[in-house]
């Protein structure tokens, strides 16, 4: 599980990333250009969980849940669900859930004859974390909800994934990662540094200073990934409190 928006409020930029999702989802929707297909697909191998648990949430079984979910991306690789899309108006989020909303009112039946490996669309969507995630849900939690959670969890995973990828990048930080990461989401108690800086041969100050970095460039990672859902940068910090909440509920 990647670390907490724990003090994620007050990272760079982001300017590291310039195409953002919506950029993605345009794009392909005014492009018959395979490569820009191919990017949509690769950004719903990302964030599919968060459909999938809305439509368990709705009180699917797995298998139709899976299939649904395998329905919902083959519709919306579609251009025309895409070329009407203005990103000012809504957030990536936004209208993700807005999509699997309708397409399960509307068209049930045809998704229950997409079976998985039938379409254009290959998405692995077996995952029994996943399922291990939502049973551990309270009963009462929302579609709504479960699929916000899952959101903040994979913007989470995804910024994790970009820092763990940066830093095989490079001879030090590569060689330390695997030791460092606990700390982004739990501040260290007394002799953790010195016990690791022992393991690493360094001094205690020197891991501080590297936990302290890490931990910078993670949070400059989930906020450019937050970035890149929404159509407004001015939205990031309300997005950001937005989903800290939702994983701390």
């Known amino acids: 599980m ?19 999702h ?8 005014q492009s018959s250009d395979r490569s820009q297909a191919e990017a949509l697909e690769k950004l719903c191998q990302s964030y599919w969980r968060p459909i999938y648990a ?29 070329s009407d899309i203005d990103p000012n108006r ?30 254009q669309l290959h998405l692995n969507v077996d995952d029994p974390a996943l399922e291990n995630q939502l049973a551990a849900e309270p ?15 994979t913007v989470l995973d995804r910024a994790f994934t970009r820092l763990e990828a940066e830093s095989a990048g490079s001879r030090d930080r590569g ?28 001094s205690s100050g020197a891991v501080a200073v590297m936990v302290h970095r890490l931990r910078h460039r993670y949070k400059e990672l989930v906020r450019a990934e937050i970035a890149e859902t929404l159509g407004n940068a001015a939205e990031v910090e309300t997005e950001m ?9």
């Open 54 to 82: 809305y439509i368990r949430r709705r009180g699917c079984a797995p298998e139709s849940a899976q299939d649904l979910t395998q329905g919902f991306f083959e519709r919306l690789l579609e251009k025309s669900w895409l």
């Open 139 to 153: 009963e009462a939690t929302s579609p709504e909800r479960a699929f916000d959670r899952q959101w903040a969890l």
């Open 241 to 249: 409190r937005y989903l800290l909440e939702v994983l701390r509920s």
């Open 175 to 202: 060689a330390h990662f695997k030791s460092l990461q606990g700390f982004l989401a739990q501040e260290a108690v007394a002799g953790d540094y010195h016990r690791l800086a022992g393991e690493l041969g360094l």
């Open 90 to 119: 809504a957030k990536f989020r936004s209208f993700l859930l807005t999509m699997v909303s309708r397409f399960l009112a509307n068209e049930y039946d045809r998704a229950q004859a997409i079976k998985r490996g039938g379409g």
């Open 2 to 20: 990647p670390p907490d928006f724990e003090t994620h409020a007050h990272g760079g930029a982001g300017s590291t990333f310039a195409t953002t």
């Open 22 to 29: 919506w950029s993605v989802v345009l794009r392909a929707g």
